[in-house]
């Protein structure tokens, strides 16, 4: 069955360093692959998804995520953290033909100043 | 223009007792879903609906009916609730599945079971 892991349940960075959240995936196939985010009391939002085509996608609030089927891997990246980006990070993989989502644990992070 | 709208957003009640969840979306999909998130934050697909049509149950307890009267709309009622059914639920839409189509959240309704 498609799967995520996400090893890191929680991150810590200061205002302005880089950031990274690890994604891996199982998955016979190439897997449609998203990260969502959820401030706290709010919804998921979508950040950014892959499915085909360049393996490094651009998402919104200057995130991006880079596809490695080599390692089973999405992982999201942000040069410098804002401090309202503290929040919980999911990473789904698309199941059932897409009817379904299966989500990761989520990371989540916070941002000190 | 909220998306995808859930009503009520909090909901308190006692054990036995029989509630419902209504969901909306004004995006024109086609596909609806139910997804369960628990006290770690775990979110579980828990049905999906596309064209008004049953898609997925994905081994919930028959206590948990979701009806989707149009497109629009996708309503979860459940009956004799039970402690362990505290949680909050999501609903979702997106277009019809397929080439990644992302699947956009309602801002979710906490169930709290006394």
């Known amino acids: 069955a498609q799967s995520v892991t996400q090893p890191d349940i929680h991150i810590t960075v200061s205002e302005g360093a880089s950031l990274e959240l690890r994604c891996n995936y199982s998955y016979g196939a190439t897997p449609y692959l998203f990260w969502y985010v959820q401030s706290p009391g709010q919804g998921l939002q979508l950040l950014l998804k892959y499915f085909s085509g360049d393996t490094l996608v651009q998402g919104i609030k200057g995130f991006e995520a880079e596809f490695k089927r080599s390692q089973s891997s999405f992982n999201l990246r942000k040069p410098s953290v804002h401090w309202s980006d503290a929040a919980e990070y999911f990473c789904a993989v698309g199941a059932n033909s897409g009817y379904a989502l299966n989500f990761g644990k989520g990371t989540s992070l916070l941002v000190t100043p | 223009d909220t998306a995808v709208s859930q009503t009520p957003k909090y909901l308190v009640t006692q054990m036995g007792n029989d509630k419902s969840i209504k969901c909306e979306q004004n995006l024109g999909h086609d596909t609806m879903y139910w997804y369960k998130q628990d006290s770690k934050k775990f979110l579980k697909i828990m049905f999906s609906y596309n064209n008004k049509e049953l898609i997925i149950n994905e081994t919930v307890p028959n206590r948990f009916s979701p009806k989707s009267p149009d497109k629009a709309h996708l309503n979860l009622h459940i009956n004799s609730l039970e402690l362990g059914d505290s949680a909050v639920y999501f609903c979702?839409?997106?277009?019809?599945?397929?080439?990644?189509?992302?699947?956009?959240f309602g801002d979710g309704t906490r169930l709290s079971i006394l």
């Open positions: 979702a839409s997106s277009r019809q599945p397929g080439q990644g189509q992302p699947q956009h």
